[in-house]
């Protein structure tokens, strides 16, 4: 019986092969998300794959009453 199933990973390739995700222990992250440097929003993987894939940096898009964060936004993954 698998209790737990760590990863270094990023790919989320336990879960596409069908390991449940509560068992899943990412040990690098993973690419299913994105956050912003700066406040910290988190993006969706869609969001994130169109840039990785045209290589261009996403930017924040929250904004406060007095201006846009702009911040970047990177993968929640470690290196």
């Not at 990785?52 to 009453?65: M, Q």
């Not at 846009?68 to 290196?79: A, N, Q, S, V």
């Amino acid at each position: 019986k698998l209790l737990r199933n760590y990863t270094q990973n990023i790919d989320g390739i336990e879960l596409i092969a069908g390991v449940t995700a509560s068992k899943v222990v990412q040990c690098h992250g993973s690419l299913s998300s994105g956050r912003c440097l700066k406040c910290k929003k988190k993006v969706a993987y869609e969001m994130l794959r169109r840039n990785l894939a045209s290589g261009e940096v996403l930017h924040c898009t929250k904004s406060t009453r007095r201006w846009p964060c702009g911040g970047g936004i990177k993968p929640d993954i470690t290196f």
